[in-house]
């Protein structure tokens, strides 16, 4: 048994919260090492880079969020943090340098407003993530979103759900346009329609296995199942709780749901989740994805009339408490006071009336978090890097903005590009399904150790996912700027894809300070 089990079979992770009240009076360096690890059912980090301090990660189904949420959480990184918020690929919030003496008000505080932080972390079900604009968007299948809460509710707090046998994520989405990395999860509702006879129903097929960390990156596999909204949650928990009972619980690195599926087969899971239903499944229907990506950054018709979501990039994820108590402003002034989170790091402001539109556009805070941010800027997304993961290897944030102002300044007519950030295999950052995806690592040149990255293209998710290809290997930070400054201009996304289908990329072959794996 691994350690984190038997940490699991003395008791439950959320029986800590009794013992919360308790640390916040004999200090974090009174933590047993076991409670440090239980600790995470709440949300609650002790990084090492940060010796005393936790970082808070606040769960946002959906990514949908308010006002007066986001304001609450500014005010708690103000008093409590270090003012600084960090918006995560999972639609989440996350809270830096925080001591545990202030978590019990600050449990309070979220609590007042309706968030909470509860099995975000370990082996739980993480943050249920959906179109950032679900409800909003003309394009749109269906409104998911009511399920992701659903099935939210149905899980948090819910001790069945709270000794898997690893991390499960879950997508539920009914937006035709990719938003969100249905391929990468372990779970994935993607829109579909099903006919029978003259009959057709609009809901879900299921993608089931997928992931991108514990030894790359495998696409999820179609299961063959449709289901409908009504349905959905019923067949989620079973397909968890057909996990929790049959995962593998031995070595950490290879217990996602992946595993069991590559271990059964899909035919056998889909058979074994009938027993537990104890009724058949429907075979799935037309999947009603298009081919293209839409990340919802920038000024859009909703389907409302009249109405627009404007999407605020957030640069690298990173944004401070002064900038979000203004986003909160600007969402009660021009809009409903509603905030959507987005996977690619952006805050949407949604409901926002054409007469209204020209105003907002010219706020200051807009010059900070751009509306119109550049192609280099637009598909920037960063992990947390080392100043605060204890599993990232090198510093990612200020780097990724480096090296895009570096090909902002020396570059023009960049084609739209994604580039995307993990600090470590883990891939917080989804550089495997990048057009260009960075993974950190660290090499030794001339005796010393240094920063560097392993460089990916090609990748892409949606109807026709594909792996991203690594083209270059072990290229140092500090030349990294140009190494793809000669590479961007004569890749556009489509040669990227065409690289991700084993086209022999030349490219980098005899670029300064890198090595080509090709």
């Known amino acids: 048994m691994n350690k984190i089990e038997a940490i699991k079979l003395e008791r439950d992770g959320l029986d800590i919260r009794d013992a919360i009240a308790h640390y916040a009076k004999t200090g974090w360096e009174s933590i047993t090492e076991d409670d440090v690890q239980r600790l995470k059912w709440y949300g609650l980090f002790l990084r090492n880079p940060t010796p005393g301090f936790f970082m808070i990660r606040v769960r946002i189904p959906n990514g949908m969020t308010s006002s007066y949420q986001m304001r609450a959480l500014a005010t708690i990184a103000e008093q409590h943090g270090n003012s600084l918020i960090d918006v995560t690929t999972r639609q989440q919030m996350q809270l830096r340098q925080i001591r545990i003496q202030s978590i019990p008000a600050i449990f309070e505080q979220m609590e007042a407003v309706g968030l909470t932080s509860m099995q975000t972390g370990m082996d739980n079900i993480r943050n249920i993530m959906g179109c950032a604009v679900a409800g909003l968007s003309p394009t749109e299948i269906l409104d998911a979103s009511p399920v992701a809460k659903a099935f939210t509710d149905h899980f948090v707090g819910n001790r069945e759900f709270t000794n898997l046998p690893r991390k499960f994520n879950v997508v539920i989405t009914g937006c035709p346009e990719n938003c969100v990395h249905a391929e990468t999860q372990d779970l994935a509702l993607i829109p579909a329609e099903r006919v029978t006879g003259d009959q057709k129903q609009i809901g ?23 289901v409908r909204p009504e349905e959905a949650v019923e067949v989620c928990a079973a397909i968890v709780l057909l996990y929790r009972d049959h995962g593998n619980r031995e070595l950490r690195t290879q217990n996602r749901l992946a595993f069991l599926i590559d271990d059964w087969g ?12 104890k009724r058949a499944l429907t075979p799935a229907g037309a999947d009603l994805r298009k081919p293209s990506k839409n990340d919802h950054a920038g000024i859009f018709r909703q389907r409302q009339p009249g ?27 021009y809009g409903t006071g509603e905030i959507r989170i987005s996977p690619h790091q952006s805050l949407i402001l949604p409901n926002i009336p054409d007469q ?8 200051p805070l807009l010059g900070t978090l751009p509306y119109n941010a550049s192609e280099t800027f637009k598909g920037l997304v960063s992990c947390v890097g080392n100043d ?3 599993l990232a290897v090198i510093e990612t944030k200020s780097r990724a903005l480096a090296v895009a102002e570096h090909l902002e300044r020396n570059l023009s007519g960049v084609k739209p590009i994604t580039m ?42 949606g109807p026709n996912p594909k792996h991203a290809v690594k083209v270059l290997e072990d290229v140092p930070c500090d030349k990294l700027a140009s190494v793809l400054e000669n590479v961007v201009p004569y890749h ?19 670029m300064p300070g890198a090595r080509s794996a090709i």
Do not use: M
């Not at 879900?204 to 449709?226: M, Q």
């Not at 001339?446 to 293209?457: G, M």
């Open 356 to 363: 209204r539109l020209g105003s907002l556009l010219e706020e």
């Open 388 to 390: 605060y993961c204890n």
């Open 204 to 226: 879900f097929n299921i993608l089931a296995g997928g992931k991108l960390g514990s030894g790359g990156y495998r696409i999820a596999s179609p299961l063959d199942v449709f």
């Open 307 to 333: 109405l627009n979501y404007v999407g605020l990039k957030v640069a690298v994820g990173r944004i401070t408490a002064k900038n979000l108590l203004e986003v909160a402003a600007l969402a009660e002034r």
């Open 266 to 277: 899909e035919t056998r899971f889909r058979t074994e989740l009938e027993a537990r239903l």
């Open 492 to 510: 556009t996304r489509e040669k990227l894809h065409r690289v991700g289908r084993g086209t022999t990329a030349k490219a980098g072959a005899a």
């Open 420 to 461: 995307h950030w993990s600090g470590c295999p883990a891939g917080c950052g989804n550089h495997l399904v990048a057009d260009i995806g960075l993974l950190g690592k660290r090499i030794k040149v001339n005796d010393q150790i240094i920063e560097a990255v392993d460089v990916f293209v090609g990748g892409r998710s």
